[in-house]
């Protein structure tokens, strides 16, 4: 097993870390393969898009982007301009001697200032086209700069975030005619510049809601934006204008399109939360593998003392016993990412006597939390996971704390090392 602790932290991986993240990169590459398999069953030239933003969701950028390169991957997302670069270099360094960077694909899918173009064309990056007026302003840059860059188009479809307007018949008329436009007067010309339009996509709002005998259903939102979608590039493909990357599918609708929409798996499908293995879950009658976990939260027992009848624990006295408890002290607290909304959930203690669940009491601290092991053969020492043995555990934090896995992801915060290899 190899220890890593993210190359932009100042802090040392000690010996004996109080707590720590293990992320199983087995479990990487199998769950991609997982998604993928189902996408080249019904679609074989499909390929990934890994996104891999915000530090591959509290993963580890090195460690996870250099297993999905071993995996076959060659196309990355990421949010920002900065990571996008970050992600480049780092690319450079992996495949230096074995295949040129070159060959792999960046694609920023929020916002990069035009000013950046020159930023853009030297490290080979695609940015998203949030709008016409946008586009026209990354094209005047990159003239101004004489060099080229690459763009996907956006469409809003119906998340109303970014992209072109295609909502209504009118919307998707005038996004045809405007791409239209800004296709001729992107072309890059001798005196230098351009803007290439390499790719159309839209994010779906709500593919993890709308259920499998639900997804093919007129009114659902899911099949609106693709018919959407298909609008705008029919529009362009009749117009003699196709992108080369077409790209629909989010995580949800990776695991859901197979099955009942084979089509719209198009060029390109891609892989978030999915890929670390949190989000929506295959059938139980489509006989392909579970998704794994990619990150084990751990941390063990630092002390052990009982809770007198009457006293209470912790900040504000919130929880209260009018019994002896045994109570044990964990060195993890929201400052780790190990939130205060946590209190009353369970953890797991790994005993010699077998695995046993005790639940937080009192207010998690900045530091350290508490949890009531009355009864179990608990010691200090004692090994404890705080999430990550399967999805379930996750989800029950992300329910009790009133959002979702991906946002506790990427709350671990930089103090809690991160150990790379297989749980």
């Known amino acids: 097993m190899m220890n890593h602790i993210r190359l932009h932290e100042g802090f040392p991986l000690l010996p004996h870390p109080r707590a720590r993240a293990v992320i199983d990169t087995k479990a990487l590459t199998q769950n991609y393969h997982t998604l993928l398999g189902p996408v080249k069953a019904v679609s074989p030239s499909t390929y990934a898009i890994a996104v891999v933003k915000a530090d591959a969701y509290g993963h580890g950028i090195r ?13 990355f997302a990421v949010a920002c301009p900065e990571e996008a670069v970050a992600l480049r270099r780092l690319l450079r360094e992996l495949l230096s001697g074995t295949a ?11 916002y990069t200032d035009p000013q ?5 064309a030297a490290y080979h990056i695609a940015t998203a086209l949030l709008s016409e007026e946008y586009a026209r302003r990354l094209l005047a840059c990159a003239k101004e700069a004489r060099v080229t860059v690459k763009g996907h188009i956006a469409l809003d479809t119906g998340m109303n975030r970014i992209g072109f307007p295609a909502h209504t018949e009118e919307e998707i008329s005038e996004a045809v005619t405007a791409i239209q436009r800004l296709w001729r007067e992107g072309t890059p010309t001798p005196e230098g510049g351009g803007l290439i339009f390499d790719g159309l996509f839209t994010h779906f709002a709500r593919a993890d809601e709308d259920f499998d005998t639900e997804m093919t259903h007129p009114d659902s939102l899911t099949m609106t934006q693709y018919t959407r979608y298909r609008r705008v590039y029919d529009g362009l493909v009749a117009k003699g204008i196709r992108p080369r990357v077409c790209h629909i599918c989010n995580s949800a609708a990776t695991v859901r399109f197979p099955g009942v929409c084979p089509e719209g798996c198009l060029d390109a499908v891609r892989l978030g939360i999915n890929l670390y293995g949190y989000g929506v879950h295959y059938p ?18 630092t002390h052990i003392h009982t809770l007198l009848p009457g006293e209470t624990v912790g900040y504000g006295g919130t929880y209260r016993s009018d019994t002896p408890r045994l109570l044990a002290t964990l060195p993890v607290g929201y400052a780790d990412g190990w939130l205060r909304a946590f209190s009353g959930c369970t953890v797991t203690f790994h005993t010699e006597k077998g695995d046993f669940t005790a639940p937080i009491v009192g207010r998690v601290c900045m530091d350290q939390c508490m949890a ?13 996971t705080l999430f990550g043995q399967d999805p379930a555990q996750l989800e029950a ?14 709350l671990i915060t930089a103090r809690i090392p991160r150990v790379y290899g297989e749980n």
Do not use: F, W
């Open 116 to 120: 950046n173009a020159p930023i853009l």
């Open 372 to 384: 009531d092991v009355t009864g179990l053969p608990v010691a200090v020492g004692t090994p404890v």
């Open 284 to 301: 139980e009658n489509q006989g392909v593998s579970c998704m794994k976990p990619t990150m084990r939260l751990e941390t063990a027992v």
């Open 100 to 110: 040129s960077d070159l060959d792999t694909d960046i694609l920023v899918l929020g």
């Open 397 to 410: 934090l992300a329910e009790r704390a009133h959002t979702i896995p991906y946002e506790l992801l990427c």
């Open 63 to 75: 460690p996870v982007v250099s297993a999905l390169l071993e995996a076959g991957c060659r196309s």
